[in-house]
Nanobody
Framework: QVQLVESGGGLVQPGGSLRLSCAASGIIFSIYAMGWYRQAPGKQRELVAVISSGRSTNYADSVKGRFTISRDNAKNTVYLQMNSLKPEDTAVYYC???????????WGQGTQVTVSS
């Protein structure tokens, strides 16, 4: 059974930084592309960043240049470094496989990120 556990969220002021982590179990982590997704109140869940098994990356335009996704296959963990945070980044952040058509695992509990002064 696949388990995804996100951590690292919190309350941060605009312009601040956070580093999210997602530990995966129950899969051969290294062969899958992984994504970070987020869902703000009243909005649909959206894809924020993707890292392939070969470590190539892609980002949503809204976070490009501010967020960095990385992975440590030895630890079965994917990270999201978030810098220059804005209030509109406030959301619950989740990790999961990518694309969802191939790696549609159950969602974890997510980690709340709140950007506010």
């Amino acid at each position: 059974q696949v388990q995804l556990v996100e951590s690292g969220g919190g309350l941060v002021q605009p312009g601040g930084s956070l580093r999210l982590s997602c530990a995966a179990s129950g899969i051969i982590f290294s062969i899958y592309a992984m994504g970070w997704y987020r869902q703000a109140p009243g909005k649909q869940r959206e894809l924020v960043a993707v890292i392939s098994s070969g470590r190539s990356t892609n980002y949503a335009d809204s976070v490009k240049g501010r967020f960095t996704i990385s992975r440590d296959n030895a630890k079965n963990t994917v990270y999201l470094q978030m810098n220059s945070l804005k209030p509109e980044d406030t959301a619950v952040y989740y990790c999961n496989g990518y694309p969802r058509s191939i790696a549609a695992w159950d969602w974890g509990q997510g980690t709340q990120v709140t950007v506010s002064s």
